[in-house]
């Protein structure tokens, strides 16, 4: 069984989305972006929302969604769908080895992590 | 239909039509799948009302959407419009004994809002379920042997009928599962907190044991919940494979009084169901039994090797199944042995049979005079 086909779609994932609270739309929570994965939807808004967002604190079947939302992202860039400024990002981090791109001394002064 | 007149009626970031939309809003906790025409996001009964109108006007579905946690596909649509109440999720007031909500309230927001006061309608998710959805179905409650149902509590609501109609009702439309009308505001009664509680946590070998316990507790008041996990599920659950009862009572009746200890224990009763569809029972049904063959029926669950857990208190319990093949054989030994069908979850489009022919022409008699063009909702419960 493939991990997405897990999802039952009980919809407990809803308390864990705090975007959904914001946007009242199914769309952000995991059982939104699960429903998609299974139908092999691809669309931006699965570069759209934070995958910090995303949680499986209350899946009562563990459904490791990040992975699949990655692996979805992955499927897009494969097509040639991923979002101009994911496209950008993955080429800074190639060209220059952080996802901003070329950058002056003065530009940065210090960094947090 | 007219997309822009939708637009206009709740602003462009309300409405969509979109595929993304389409397909997530077209099935719900039962895995159904349906065909939605249109996803709007109302927060005004304003809205609610012209959307109804404008549908009876053009004879197309409106389907109601609380939390879509219906395990019965009573969400479901059919070339329908679905309305979301997740953004009128306004508590406009509280005062001593009762409180007004808007249908889109998730109930711990409302209890959590509360304070000293409690509204004791809580079914097993309560961080996920609406006060709208609720009243659709008639909710139960962890604590329904003591406090009833949803019914008991709701003393008005605000109301649009398929005529179109925005009139209040009594407590009577509670459990029409959104077939005569869209609700759009609550008044509900409200309790004093409980502060004293304790538990038992007890052990059974034997069934006959199990149910006489369970049978000795039915007139004591101060037990407000009775709960059951079976050896199968209990395995499943990590548990000694044994019959448990969960006794939680609102007095210091039981042996477990320290706070943090029960709220532990009811947060293993909390995962039973993700513990038991971890391992593919992802199908959970809800029987009730009466309390004179439940031990004859907890006999065949464990013939079967059926993990099952639930309310017994109230005589309904939760057979969690790998397959829907497998609920027919359930079906037959709940009629058999005198139960009902779909005694908590709601009929919705899978549960029809579990309606008695009386409820079902008052229901049938009920849609022709609330909703003749049978926009509401359609093709639930009857």
Redesign the interface.
């Given at each position: 069984m493939a991990d997405i086909d897990k999802c039952i779609l009980c919809g407990l994932c809803r308390q864990d989305s705090s975007l959904l609270k914001i946007t009242g739309k199914e769309t952000v929570t995991s059982r939104g972006k699960a429903i998609l994965i299974k139908k092999g939807i691809l669309d931006k808004i699965f570069f759209i929302d934070p995958m910090n967002d995303i949680t499986v604190a209350h899946c009562p079947t563990n459904v490791e969604i990040t992975e699949e939302i990655r692996k979805q992202r992955e499927k897009m860039v494969e097509h040639g769908m991923e979002t101009k400024p994911n496209r950008r990002m993955i080429e800074n981090l190639r060209d220059f080895g952080n996802p901003y791109g070329e950058q002056k001394k003065q530009e940065i002064k210090e960094v947090f992590s | 239909m007219n997309l822009t007149w939708f637009e206009k009626l709740v602003g462009k970031e309300n409405v969509s039509d979109e595929?993304?939309?389409k397909?997530?809003?077209s099935?719900?906790?039962?895995?159904i799948k349906g065909r939605t025409d249109k996803v709007t996001?109302v927060t005004e009964t304003k809205q609610v009302h012209q959307i109804v109108l404008y549908a009876r006007r053009i004879k197309k579905s409106v389907v109601p959407r609380g939390?879509?946690?219906s395990l019965v596909g009573s969400v479901i649509p059919f070339d329908s419009i679905i309305v979301?109440f997740?953004?009128m999720n306004k508590i406009e007031s509280i005062a001593k004994d009762h409180v007004i909500v808007q249908p889109?309230v998730i109930l711990?927001d409302l209890n959590k809002a509360l304070k000293n006061k409690f509204f004791p309608i809580i079914p097993e998710?309560s961080?996920?379920h609406t006060i709208g959805g609720m009243c659709g179905i008639n909710s139960s409650s962890i604590y329904e042997k003591r406090f009833g149902k949803m019914k008991n509590w709701v003393q008005e609501v605000e109301m649009i009928d398929g005529n179109g109609r925005l009139k209040k009702y009594g407590p009577e439309v509670i459990g029409t599962e959104g077939i005569l009308g869209l609700i759009t505001k609550i008044k509900l009664k409200i309790t004093d907190k409980i502060h004293e509680k304790s538990m038992d946590l007890l052990k059974f070998n034997k069934i006959e044991e199990l149910v006489e316990k369970v049978a000795s507790l039915k007139n004591n008041k101060e037990a407000i919940a009775i709960e059951y996990i079976n050896p199968t599920a209990s395995e499943l659950m990590d548990l000694e494979k044994k019959h448990y009862l969960i006794i939680e009572y609102i007095d210091l009746e039981g042996e477990i009084k320290d706070n943090k200890e029960i709220e532990r224990i009811w947060n293993i009763k909390k995962?039973a169901?993700?513990k038991i569809?971890?391992q593919?029972f992802?199908i959970m049904e809800d029987p009730y039994i009466p309390i004179y063959n439940m031990a004859e029926f907890l006999y065949w669950l464990e013939e079967k090797g059926i993990p099952c857990f639930g309310p017994i208190g109230i005589s309904v319990l939760h057979p969690c199944f790998k397959d829907r093949e497998s609920i027919q054989e359930l079906n037959e030994t709940v009629k058999k042995l005198n139960g009902n069908l779909g005694a908590k979850f709601g009929i919705g489009l899978l549960k029809k049979e579990a309606l008695n022919e009386t409820t079902k022409q008052e229901l049938i008699r009920l849609k022709q005079e609330f909703d003749p063009s049978k926009i509401l909702n359609t093709g639930k419960v009857i």
């Amino acid at each position: 069984m493939a991990d997405i086909d897990k999802c039952i779609l009980c919809g407990l994932c809803r308390q864990d989305s705090s975007l959904l609270k914001i946007t009242g739309k199914e769309t952000v929570t995991s059982r939104g972006k699960a429903i998609l994965i299974k139908k092999g939807i691809l669309d931006k808004i699965f570069f759209i929302d934070p995958m910090n967002d995303i949680t499986v604190a209350h899946c009562p079947t563990n459904v490791e969604i990040t992975e699949e939302i990655r692996k979805q992202r992955e499927k897009m860039v494969e097509h040639g769908m991923e979002t101009k400024p994911n496209r950008r990002m993955i080429e800074n981090l190639r060209d220059f080895g952080n996802p901003y791109g070329e950058q002056k001394k003065q530009e940065i002064k210090e960094v947090f992590s | 239909m007219n997309l822009t007149w939708f637009e206009k009626l709740v602003g462009k970031e309300n409405v969509s039509d979109e595929i993304i939309d389409k397909e997530i809003y077209s099935t719900d906790g039962s895995q159904i799948k349906g065909r939605t025409d249109k996803v709007t996001w109302v927060t005004e009964t304003k809205q609610v009302h012209q959307i109804v109108l404008y549908a009876r006007r053009i004879k197309k579905s409106v389907v109601p959407r609380g939390a879509g946690t219906s395990l019965v596909g009573s969400v479901i649509p059919f070339d329908s419009i679905i309305v979301d109440f997740t953004k009128m999720n306004k508590i406009e007031s509280i005062a001593k004994d009762h409180v007004i909500v808007q249908p889109g309230v998730i109930l711990k927001d409302l209890n959590k809002a509360l304070k000293n006061k409690f509204f004791p309608i809580i079914p097993e998710n309560s961080s996920v379920h609406t006060i709208g959805g609720m009243c659709g179905i008639n909710s139960s409650s962890i604590y329904e042997k003591r406090f009833g149902k949803m019914k008991n509590w709701v003393q008005e609501v605000e109301m649009i009928d398929g005529n179109g109609r925005l009139k209040k009702y009594g407590p009577e439309v509670i459990g029409t599962e959104g077939i005569l009308g869209l609700i759009t505001k609550i008044k509900l009664k409200i309790t004093d907190k409980i502060h004293e509680k304790s538990m038992d946590l007890l052990k059974f070998n034997k069934i006959e044991e199990l149910v006489e316990k369970v049978a000795s507790l039915k007139n004591n008041k101060e037990a407000i919940a009775i709960e059951y996990i079976n050896p199968t599920a209990s395995e499943l659950m990590d548990l000694e494979k044994k019959h448990y009862l969960i006794i939680e009572y609102i007095d210091l009746e039981g042996e477990i009084k320290d706070n943090k200890e029960i709220e532990r224990i009811w947060n293993i009763k909390k995962t039973a169901f993700a513990k038991i569809a971890s391992q593919e029972f992802t199908i959970m049904e809800d029987p009730y039994i009466p309390i004179y063959n439940m031990a004859e029926f907890l006999y065949w669950l464990e013939e079967k090797g059926i993990p099952c857990f639930g309310p017994i208190g109230i005589s309904v319990l939760h057979p969690c199944f790998k397959d829907r093949e497998s609920i027919q054989e359930l079906n037959e030994t709940v009629k058999k042995l005198n139960g009902n069908l779909g005694a908590k979850f709601g009929i919705g489009l899978l549960k029809k049979e579990a309606l008695n022919e009386t409820t079902k022409q008052e229901l049938i008699r009920l849609k022709q005079e609330f909703d003749p063009s049978k926009i509401l909702n359609t093709g639930k419960v009857i």
